[in-house]
């Protein structure tokens, strides 16, 4: 048997990397903080009802056909193509908007407000396409060994997109459209990033080449926990054990290797080779100690928001709302440029609600739905006290009753609410930031927390706050940059 491996965490970034060192002869252990598996990606069953807790979707399919072209499996979960994307509603019209993949027929519902719009959507999606092809692989898939390494390789970018490292998201669309409803629905992808289209480089229009063009979004049949489920299958043929309810809280090393980590209970985990799938800047700073990484100094670092999450089962069958709809209210650009540290812009929110239940039965009982409802709130620095939850969330629930037309609160059968202070508590996120470090220029490739130890030449790490950023996708990236450094090691 080869070196062995010890990854800790078992997010989707650490189950990628193990099942990819297992092929390739290592013997990989996993522990994790949690009970099961997943991180972020999990799973709530609750009274006969099942939710996707954290993502609902996925972008760049390729890229987990490749990873299993490389493990040397079949990609272990189905996928199904989303087509509209999503729908979209404000809170001042009752018109619901679908954002078709096909830009006729997404244009056709632009006749009055945008009569021009599919030769301006035209024209912007070949700028997001350039912009695409010309940074991904030269920036987002390459590892870099330091800043220099990093320069080489931005100078290898076509310069003619020099100017929009200059601009914002918002900045960037306003360009080709001119109507409220186009400008905010163009920019909503910039939202996944857990920022706004107001503090989000321009860069990330390459988003809106992704979505409606290149590859386009995913749902994963029978939810999206399916991938975690699917891994798990694999990494138990190949070998590989997970021991949950484990969190690592301690290390020991010497003269520049790391021996052993320390769990909670004053056990050591020791191996060869060690991968740190938590946060990459959190873990630095909780567990390995690094003052470069300390509360003081993370809070001065800029991260995603925070998140208000709902999961509501409820006595009736929902036919007229789509699986993926966002809800806007009439004040979008006041409300998304104060979302991360006003609290009081929650009374007027921008939501997301997904009816996992939609295409998937077992979610839910017979005659019944099974709701996710996803809020951008302020992280704990801006809004540290959550005894407003109920409140906030109520609001929340019966806004979407008067949008559908329909008032759910006497169906509902199970709520479950988790606030920020939930997602820093189950997941270890700073300040209950949803999806770790920003993506902001200067936090962005060897600007980022490295995936490779300072101090031990045997620790790695993959997923979030490290390279190459949030979202699925670049999870299954990660794991192969750190794979890949971790197979360099003599």
């Known amino acids: 048997m080869g070196k062995s491996v010890l990854v800790v965490g078992a997010g989707l970034a650490g189950l990628a990397a193990a099942l990819r060192l297992a092929k390739n002869?290592?013997?990989v252990h996993i522990v994790e903080k949690n009970s099961q598996p997943g991180g972020r990606l999990n799973q709530l069953k609750k009274e006969g009802f099942t939710f996707d807790t954290g993502p609902s979707f996925f972008s760049m399919s390729y890229e987990f056909k490749q990873f299993a072209r490389d493990c040397g499996i079949d990609l272990p979960f189905r996928?199904?193509?989303?087509?509209?994307?999503?729908?979209?509603?404000?809170?001042?019209?009752?018109?619901?908007?679908?954002l078709y993949k096909d830009i006729k027929k997404l244009a056709a519902q632009f006749e009055e407000?945008?009569?021009?719009?599919?030769?301006?959507?035209?024209?912007?999606?070949?700028?997001?396409?350039?912009?695409?092809?010309?940074?991904?692989?030269?920036?987002?898939?390459?590892?870099f060994n330091s800043l220099f390494d990093?320069?080489?390789?931005?100078?290898?970018?076509?310069?003619?997109?020099?100017?929009?490292?200059?601009?914002?998201?918002?900045?960037?669309?306003?360009?080709?459209?001119?109507?409220?409803?186009?400008r905010r629905m163009v920019s909503l992808v910039a939202f996944f990033l857990g920022r706004t289209p107001f503090d989000t480089s321009a860069v990330y229009t390459l988003l809106s080449y992704t979505e409606f063009m290149h590859d386009g979004y995913y749902n994963v049949e029978g939810g999206m926990y399916g991938i975690v489920e699917g891994l798990v299958r694999e990494l138990d043929k190949a070998g590989v054990k997970i021991t949950c309810n484990t969190e690592i809280t301690g290390f020991r090393g010497a003269n520049g290797r790391l021996e052993a980590f320390t769990d909670r209970s004053g056990q050591e985990w020791s191996a060869d080779l060690f991968l740190a799938n938590g946060d990459a800047a959190v873990f630095r700073g909780s567990v390995m100690n690094r003052m470069a990484f300390s509360p003081e100094k993370l809070d001065r670092m800029e991260w995603t928001m925070g998140y208000l999450t709902i999961y509501l089962g409820i006595r009736r069958k929902l036919?007229?709302?789509?699986?993926?709809?966002?809800?806007?209210?009439?004040?979008?650009?006041?409300?998304?440029?104060?979302?991360?540290i006003n609290p009081d812009t929650l009374?007027?929110?921008?939501?997301?609600v997904n009816v996992i239940s939609k295409y998937n039965d077992h979610c839910a009982p017979e005659g019944c739905e099974s709701l996710f409802f996803v809020c951008p709130v302020p992280d704990l620095r801006y809004k540290p006290d959550w005894s407003d939850r109920e409140e906030i969330a109520m609001s929340i629930i019966s806004d979407f009753g008067k949008r559908i037309g329909q008032d759910i609160v006497p169906d509902i059968l199970t709520k479950t609410i988790y606030t920020p202070l939930e997602w820093k508590e189950q997941f270890n996120l700073h300040r209950g930031s949803g999806l770790g470090l920003s993506h902001k220029i200067m936090q962005i490739g060897a600007f980022?927390?490295?995936?490779?130890?300072?101090?031990f030449k045997n620790l790695f790490y993959a997923g979030a706050s490290t390279i190459p950023g949030a979202g699925l996708p670049m999870a299954i990236i990660s794991a192969n940059l750190a794979f890949e450094r971790m197979t360099a090691v003599l």
């Not at 996928?79 to 019209?93: A, G, I, K, Q, R």
């Not at 080489?152 to 076509?158: E, F, Y």
């Open 150 to 182: 990093f320069g080489l390789a931005l100078m290898r970018v076509n310069p003619v997109h020099l100017p929009i490292l200059f601009r914002k998201f918002n900045q960037q669309v306003n360009r080709y459209f001119v109507s409220a409803e186009a």
């Open 319 to 340: 036919p007229h709302v789509n699986h993926h709809n966002y809800f806007l209210g009439d004040n979008f650009e006041a409300y998304a440029r104060d979302v991360r």
């Open 79 to 98: 996928y199904v193509e989303l087509d509209p994307l999503y729908t979209v509603n404000f809170s001042n019209s009752p018109k619901t908007w679908y």
């Open 448 to 455: 980022r927390p490295k995936n490779y130890d300072e101090e």
């Open 347 to 352: 009374q007027k929110p921008y939501y997301y």
């Open 25 to 27: 002869g290592y013997s």
């Open 113 to 143: 407000v945008e009569p021009d719009f599919e030769e301006k959507m035209r024209r912007y999606l070949d700028k997001c396409r350039r912009i695409f092809h010309d940074t991904v692989d030269i920036v987002i898939k390459q590892n």
